[in-house]
């Protein structure tokens, strides 16, 4: 437990979802990123994220996708896999990923347009149950379930760490006070808003720009952990205009972004399904063209 404990305390990669042109996953197109990410010296991966696209992945995918990744990384990280949706197919998708052989496994705060903050720790706990004893990670997108809930979900005996993503530091600080310390607390809004959640205590970040530019990641979080603000938000000024770019549309561009980059690195992971942004505008790509160009990363 506890190298998964200090692997949540560094960057949480995760992983796009390659498809090919009959829009059909298509996993070996990982291995490059992977690779990359593992050379960089990124501390996990995480199959079936918010960037793996995860509610547009059929659950059949699902369990495909965490499968193979699985076998690609082939124990050099570790390895959580995302699971959420109705608590069928969560409990379904736990399952799979126990088999599968992940470390651990992500539960996605549930959509649902009606959420009680006692019906989301009788999600969990249902979770937890058909993940057979495997650790979990929360992810938790909207703390307005309030103190109480959180609470009681970080009470969850499998419950090892939280991905706080909401831009909220003062409530994780509060939520950290409330909750065991043996808990890892893990920023959840990528390296932008890593330094004042790591100011707080959350001592990680989760990232999707690993899947272009893994170095870079890891270079800010080796900054912050040597208490380099400074440092880490110059780099991390270096990467707005990416992020910048990932939020258009409604946050629509998110996945599309990292897609259109990794064509230019000649990385072809296919396209973002809708309701994504997708292909990106001419002047969006003529603007990632330039940013991958001044990072000196473009093929």
């Not at 992020?243 to 973002?272: D, F, I, P, Y």
Request: net charge negative; proline share 6%.
């Amino acid at each position: 437990m506890s190298g998964l404990a200090t692997a949540l305390a560094g960057i949480s990669g995760i992983l796009v979802t390659p498809f090919d042109g009959d829009d059909r996953i298509a996993p070996e197109r990982l291995m490059p990123v992977i690779h990359r990410a593992v050379v960089a010296g990124v501390h996990l991966l995480v199959a079936n994220g918010n960037t793996s696209e995860f509610y547009g992945l059929t659950l059949a995918e699902a369990e495909a996708m965490v499968d193979a990744i699985v076998g690609q990384v082939a124990g050099r990280r570790p390895v959580i896999g995302g699971v959420g949706r109705s608590i069928g197919d969560a409990c379904a998708l736990a399952r799979a990923s126990a088999a599968a052989g992940v470390s651990a496994l992500m539960v996605h705060q549930p959509p649902d347009p009606f959420v009680s903050p006692r019906g989301v720790v009788e999600y969990v706990k249902r979770v937890a149950g058909a993940g057979q004893g495997l650790p979990v990670v929360l992810y938790l997108r909207n703390d307005g379930i309030g103190m109480d809930a959180i609470a009681a979900l970080c009470a969850v005996p499998e419950v090892v760490g939280v991905k706080w993503a909401s831009p909220t530091p003062l409530r994780l600080a509060e939520a950290m006070r409330q909750a065991d310390p043996r808990i890892v607390w893990v920023g959840g809004l990528a390296e932008t808003w890593a330094p004042p959640l790591y100011a707080v205590g959350a001592r990680g970040f989760t990232s999707g720009l690993i899947n272009v530019w893994p170095a870079h990641s890891v270079a800010i979080h080796a900054a912050l952990a040597a208490g380099d603000y400074a440092g880490a938000m110059a780099l991390i000024a270096s990467m707005a205009e990416f992020e910048a770019l990932r939020a258009e549309e409604g946050n629509g561009a998110n996945v599309s972004v990292v897609k259109a980059a990794l064509a230019l690195l000649g990385n072809e992971c296919g396209h973002a399904r809708p309701p994504a942004a997708w292909p990106l505008t001419a002047g969006q790509s003529e603007r990632l063209a330039l940013l991958l160009a001044e990072w000196g990363i473009a093929r």
